[in-house]
């Protein structure tokens, strides 16, 4: 079930890096009914520009508060909007949208890994999944700016590392994945980041025969799967497809995507 | 004030209210049942239709401009037979008018899918689309002249009894040419504007941003040019006009209604707002209401009075 709730309160609202923020926002129907991997569409004017919503992945959902948590980066005009609310004030949001991780598992070994702000969709998966698995981060980023840090805070163990090692291991994600699968037997792998991460994920877990869902973004119009317009060439039935990232995802399996 | 009556008539179509779903906005009926229910619309027009199924243009599909959104989908859709077979059965238990928006690749084509629909009892007209600028057959180049459009419009009137509507395109220099055309071949309706054909360049990547290089701006940004035509075209036709392009909210809507529009549709303004076609329509009452209105038909075409 997806709501409109055109008055959300947000009740706080942080930066935690370079142009990066947390905000935390009362809805209590989204709370309840958001499952990890899924996303909020958020109206970020109170004009006609920028037009549309942004859709943001959840970053944790308090559902006897009835809070829903999102960080964002600035990126452009929609972002900037956001970042100047006020406690206090309200948002038009809708959500909770889209198929999100497949977190419906049990005693097996998983690996979350994230780059910037695809990080921020897994704390919500690793919270819900450590309950009844054994659940490991790797996060990174360019560099300790874009490493969100409020991180801390999140309930299973995580490594960082960082290309110019300003903040945990100097090095990609992927150097520490190829570690950690020396080490055990992963039984799969969750990622969310940019488009190069993704693409090297999916070249190590298929060698080693690990499955793998990515969460992927694009630019969205309706977010609820009504203008098919957030499309990439994925597989649907073994056959070529444009699948949409908003309601066939943003969560895949790493066989429907076309690397 | 007792009652308002919101109720309109297009070409036999009897709709509790004004207010339509403008095609390729609203699926096939299922994708804002979570935000409202579909008996509240006028009318619901469906996803454009062609006779075999299109995978759609490649992505970049959208690109957002200031109050507006250019796309580039391409009619992606899964062609008549399933729509027939799998998606129209379930809008029966809609006590909602539901109109089909069909496209062909040739005049034959579009023949071929009315007589196809019309084999439907969930249908109850049928837009014909000859201003779709993603695709590159057919779609705008029917619209572009008054002979093409006319003979696609004799083309599905032979070959159903459902009402036509004629779904034309702003991109063209003389819309009332294009309307009169399409009247005089039989159409029941018209509906306008589809998208105004734009394009966005990407200036670090010095190349266009969308996939198919151009699509259909639609928004806010395109509303005093769909009023502008429907003002033009209304006043010259006998049969109703459905005004459509850069609706939010009932004052935007209304504009359409006094420019001489029968009906409004509402599409890119349902991506920013669930709820916008609902809004719309408690819009059109609580104006009625507050200016003495008994019947919204009264409005149409007001504005044309010296």
Not at chain 1, 209 to 228: F, N, R
Not at chain 2, 196 to 217: A, E, F, S, Y
């Amino acid at each position: 079930m997806k709501f409109h709730i055109p008055n959300a309160l947000v009740v706080s609202h942080k930066k935690i890096g370079d142009k990066i923020y947390s905000l935390i926002f009362n809805a209590p129907e989204i709370a309840n009914s958001a499952s990890p991997g899924q996303f909020v569409h958020i109206r970020c004017s109170n004009g006609l520009d920028p037009l549309l919503r942004r859709p943001i992945s959840i970053n944790d959902v308090d559902k006897e508060k009835g809070l829903v948590s999102i960080w964002y980066q600035v990126v452009g005009k929609g972002t900037e909007f956001l970042s100047k609310v006020k406690v206090g004030e309200c948002l038009d949001v809708i959500g909770a949208l889209g198929r999100g991780f497949d977190s419906n598992i049990d005693g097996k070994n998983v690996l979350l890994i994230g780059g910037g702000m695809g990080i921020a969709p897994l704390i919500y998966l690793g919270s819900v999944i450590s309950k009844k698995n054994t659940v490991r981060g790797i996060f990174g980023g360019r560099n300790k700016d874009v490493i969100p840090c409020i991180l801390s805070e999140s309930n299973f163990d995580y490594e960082l590392c960082t290309e110019d090692g300003s903040i945990g291991r100097e090095g990609l994600v992927t150097d520490l994945l190829e570690d950690q699968l020396h080490k055990e037997k992963i039984d799969a792998i969750y990622s969310c980041g940019p488009k190069p991460m993704l693409t090297a994920m999916q070249r190590i877990s298929s060698r080693e025969e690990i499955p793998l869902q990515v969460s992927l973004e694009a630019v969205m119009a309706c977010g609820v799967g009504a203008c098919l317009g957030c499309a990439f060439k994925g597989y649907r039935d073994g056959e070529e497809a444009w699948l949409k990232v908003c309601k066939d995802g943003p969560v895949f399996w790493d066989s429907e995507v076309k690397w | 004030m007792k009652e308002v009556k919101l109720s309109v008539d297009v070409a036999g179509i009897q709709m509790k209210n004004p207010v339509m779903t403008a095609s390729g906005t609203f699926g096939f009926g299922e994708v804002y049942e979570d935000f409202f229910s579909n008996e509240l619309l006028g009318a619901m027009v469906v996803k454009g239709v062609t006779l075999k199924a299109r995978k759609g243009n490649s992505a970049p599909r959208l690109v957002e401009t200031p109050a507006g959104l250019i796309n580039s989908i391409g009619l992606e859709n899964p062609g008549v037979k399933v729509v027939l077979q799998e998606l129209l059965p379930s809008l029966k238990k809609y006590d909602v008018p539901v109109i089909v928006n069909i496209s062909g690749n040739v005049v034959e084509e579009y023949g071929e899918l009315a007589g196809l629909l019309s084999s439907s009892s969930v249908v109850k007209g049928l837009e014909v689309n000859i201003s779709c600028p993603n695709v590159k057959e057919g779609g705008m180049a029917f619209g572009s002249s008054p002979e093409m459009a006319a003979k696609v419009i004799r083309e599905v009137k032979k070959s159903t009894n459902l009402p036509v509507i004629a779904k034309l395109s702003p991109n063209v220099t003389n819309v009332v040419e294009i309307a009169l055309a399409v009247e005089e071949a039989g159409a029941d309706a018209i509906s306008l504007i589809n998208t105004l054909l734009g394009m966005v360049i990407d200036i670090k990547r010095k190349k266009p941003v969308l996939g198919n290089i151009m699509g259909g701006l639609s928004g806010p940004a395109v509303r005093p040019v769909a009023v502008r035509m429907v003002w033009q075209v209304a006043q010259r036709v006998k049969v109703p006009v459905i005004g459509m392009g850069g609706i939010s909210t009932a004052e935007d809507a209304l504009q359409f209604i006094m420019a001489g529009a029968t009906a409004v549709a509402i599409g890119t303004g349902q991506f920013v707002n669930p709820c916008c076609c609902v809004d719309v329509i408690k819009g059109l009452e609580d104006f009625c209401r507050k200016n003495g209105i008994k019947n919204i038909n009264d409005l149409r075409g007001v504005a044309w009075n010296e």
